[in-house]
């Protein structure tokens, strides 16, 4: 999935997805839209190998499908002199705190 397709409710559940694993009804309830909307988007996600989903009890009940985040991801965006490029980089440990303390989160 290019970078400039993750945007509004995609860009919205992998913020979620990145502070816990969530339901399609969680996430749902938390945007303000339908499951429906949100098993789109989370296949879309899914699909471009950013979310996986595993089966988990929460609670009482049968297992629910919860979602979170693949792995840890950059996208590196150059735009200068003769050269116009975008890529997808697995971050290390090391390459993650970097990152962290560059864009201050």
Do not use: C, H
Not at 11 to 23: D, F, P, V
């Amino acid at each position: 999935m290019p970078f400039g397709l993750i945007t509004g409710t995609k860009w919205e559940l992998l913020q979620l997805l990145a502070k816990k694993r969530q339901s399609p009804s969680e996430l749902a309830k938390k945007l303000k839209t339908t499951i429906a909307n949100v098993s789109s988007q989370l296949r879309l996600l899914q699909t471009a190998g950013l979310i996986k989903s595993e089966k988990a009890r929460l609670g009482k009940g049968k297992p629910r499908t919860v979602y979170s985040l693949a792995d840890r991801f950059a996208f590196i965006v150059l735009l200068a002199d003769g050269i116009a490029k975008a890529e997808r980089i697995k971050l290390t440990t090391d390459q993650l705190k970097v990152l962290k303390k560059w864009l201050k989160a």
